[in-house]
């Protein structure tokens, strides 16, 4: 099987307390994992793991709570998550509107498709927190990224 940088998936999950469900249906734009630090303090580890896919393959069910923040690059960063349990569900970057980046974990149990390509923001990356060494380094967004 050859991995494919832009899976298609079909997804359908609820967060811990039933609250929100999310269901994803199309292609990944992207997969990464981020080591910044605000991804540290929003999952309580070393990095999120992410998946980028178009807004409209994202629907949602039920009212997230959100918090948004301005991004080192100017860009205002919200993430959403459920206000009942506090599970994440995805984000998006007022530089990147038409994308949502899934929190991959939102679908325990159904990510064999997850296959991350990079570690952006390697910068913040801790010693402890373990990352495969054949991902590509970013110190902080990738190269190519605005
Ligand atoms: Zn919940
Ligand atoms: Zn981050």
Redesign the pocket.
Known sequence: MTATNRPTVKLAASCACGAIAMAVEGQVVSMLL???L??QRATGSG??TVALVPATALGVTGTPKSAARTADSGATFTRHFCGECGTPLYGQSSRAPDLRMLAVGFFAGQTDWFAPRQL??ARSQQAWDLVSDHLARHQRYRDSEP
Do not use: A, P
């Open positions: 981020c080591s910044c605000d991804c990095h999120s952006i923001f």
